[in-house]
């Protein structure tokens, strides 16, 4: 049963929403993923919202560029965390998609990730949900040591080859 919905406004949103997916895959945590665009169909919006929670919806990740009112009408509805995740866009560099998740009105709150912050979203979805999950928080915490040692190889080949050469 998927614990993280993942929905977005539009097929464009797919490879920074892939990310999240991807986390979560790596982490062994189970998702639904779906485009719902909350302004073109609202009925199909709001019946998404409305059934996440009885679906088994833990956490919801959002994404939306824009007006961006898909994350917090999630909010709005889903009585969960919500995480958004503002898309990059061609008009505004995506400070539009920003500010519309981040300025939520007071007892809407929506965590927001960087502009297309798609893995973010999908590491904190996982820690939420770990604070209940034992094996899920081990596996939170091989991954934070597998990005550690990521950075030591880094540093190891510097170091040996020198900034010219790496």
Do not use: W
């Not at 059934?51 to 909010?75: D, Q, R, T, W, Y």
């Not at 939520?104 to 973010?120: E, K, Q, R």
């Not at 999908?122 to 899920?136: N, Q, R, V, W, Y």
């Amino acid at each position: 049963m998927a614990k993280v919905g993942i929905v977005m406004g539009s097929d464009s949103d797919l490879p920074v929403m892939r990310k999240a997916a991807d986390i979560l895959e790596e982490l062994g945590v189970a998702y639904e993923m779906k485009i719902i665009s909350a302004h073109r169909e609202p009925d199909v919006f709001f019946e998404y919202a409305r059934s996440a929670e009885e679906k088994g919806f833990k956490v919801i990740i959002a994404g939306a560029g824009m007006a961006a009112h898909l994350p917090g009408m999630c909010a709005a509805i889903f009585p969960m965390p919500v995480i958004g995740i503002p898309m990059h866009t061609t008009s505004l560099g995506g400070r539009d998609s920003l500010y519309s998740i981040v300025q939520m009105p007071s007892g809407i709150p929506v965590a927001t990730v960087a502009i297309n912050g798609g893995a973010n979203a999908g590491l904190l979805a996982a820690k939420i949900l770990a604070t209940s999950d034992e094996a899920l928080l081990g596996r939170l915490k091989e991954y934070s040591q597998k990005l550690k040692e990521q950075v030591e190889a880094k540093d190891a080949r510097l170091q040996e080859v020198g900034y010219q050469d790496y």
